[in-house]
C-alpha cells in the first residue's frame, strides 16, 4: 500500500438554506474530480450554511445521521472510491450539533461534534457542543479533525504523541476574519509536526458576511502545497506523505520536549 494519500480540497459555494442544491452541486463536482483522489474535504456544514436565527428556525436544516445528508455521503463515497469529511447540522433526540463527519468508502463512519461553539454569532444558543475530536484511521494514516472556531483553540488542536499525522479543518470562516484563518492553519501544522488541510467554502449568509473560499494543504514545516485544479474546476489538490513527515518527526523531535498536560 502508498503512504501518499491523496487528497482533494472543495471551497464549495453554499447556498443557505438550500439541502438539495448543495447536495447537487456536490454530486456534480465528483465527477470531475480527479480519480486518483483518496480523500475529499468539504466546508462545514456543507450542504445548509451555518445556522442563524433561533433554535426552532434552525430545526428544520437538521438531521439524524441517518438523514439524507448522510445517506448521500455514502452513497458517493463508494460511487467514486473515495472518503468524504466535512461538517453537518445534526439533530440527535432533540438536541443540534455543528456534526464532523468522515465516510469511508466502505460505508464506516465516524461522527464527533463542534466543540468550541462560535459564542459572538450566539451559536452556543442554538448548538449542544461535542466533548471529544474526531479522530479516524484510514488507509495507513492517522486523522484527526476539528471544526472552523475550533482551530483557534490550540489546546484542542494538539497532537499528542504524533497521534495523528494529519489534522483537517473544515470553516465558514468569513473574509473579514481570513487572514486569521490562514494563519492559525500554518500554526497548527509548524507546532503539530503534521499536515493541516484547511477547507473554507464560499458565498454570502443571511447576515451578508463573504466567503472566499481560502483553502490550503499545508505540510508539517508550515509551507502551503496545494495544487490548483489544472483544468479550471474549483478544487485544490495535495499529494500527503508519510515517509516525509516520519523523516522530519525524526530529524526535528521537537514533540518530545512537549508539556504534559490533561483536558478537564
Known amino acids: 500500500m502508498s503512504n501518499s494519500l491523496n487528497v482533494c480540497l472543495f471551497p464549495q459555494t453554499i447556498v443557505w438554506g438550500d439541502r438539495q442544491h448543495n447536495l447537487d452541486t456536490l454530486e456534480s463536482m ?6 486518483a483522489t483518496d480523500l475529499l474535504i468539504l466546508p462545514e456544514t456543507f450542504s445548509t450554511g451555518c445556522p ?50 468522515f465516510i ?13 461553539l ?6 452556543d444558543k442554538i448548538l449542544s457542543a461535542g466533548n471529544r475530536r474526531l479522530k479516524v484511521r484510514f488507509r495507513g494514516w492517522e486523522i484527526a479533525m476539528v ?57 454570502s449568509d443571511p447576515k ?17 502545497i496545494s495544487v490548483a485544479d489544472p483544468e479550471g474546476n474549483d478544487l485544490i489538490y495535495a499529494t500527503l506523505s508519510l515517509d516525509k513527515l516520519h523523516r522530519f518527526r525524526t530529524k526535528f523531535p521537537a514533540y518530545l520536549d512537549a508539556d504534559p498536560f490533561t483536558l478537564i
Open 52 to 101: 442563524y436565527g433561533d433554535k426552532e428556525e434552525v430545526r428544520p436544516l437538521a438531521e439524524r445521521n441517518s438523514g439524507p445528508t448522510v445517506e448521500r455521503l455514502k452513497s458517493l463515497a463508494a460511487r467514486h472510491g473515495v472518503a468524504i469529511a466535512g461538517s453537518f447540522l445534526a439533530d440527535t433526540g432533540g438536541l443540534l450539533a455543528n456534526r464532523a463527519f
Open 208 to 224: 451578508g458576511f463573504e466567503y472566499d473560499g481560502a483553502s490550503m494543504a499545508i505540510d508539517f514545516k508550515g509551507d502551503d
Open 147 to 203: 471544526v472552523c472556531y475550533d482551530l483557534r483553540f490550540p489546546v484542542w488542536c494538539r497532537n499528542t504523541d504524533n497521534d495523528y499525522d494529519l489534522l483537517i479543518a473544515v470553516a465558514n470562516w468569513p473574509v473579514a476574519r481570513v487572514n486569521a484563518w490562514k494563519k492559525l492553519l500554518m500554526a497548527r501544522a509548524i507546532e503539530n509536526e503534521a499536515y493541516v488541510c484547511g477547507v473554507d467554502c464560499k458565498g
Open 104 to 116: 469511508e468508502p466502505s460505508g464506516d463512519e465516524v461522527f464527533a461534534d463542534k466543540k468550541h
Open 118 to 123: 462560535f459564542t459572538m454569532a450566539g451559536e
Open 30 to 35: 465528483m465527477l470531475r474530480m480527479h480519480p
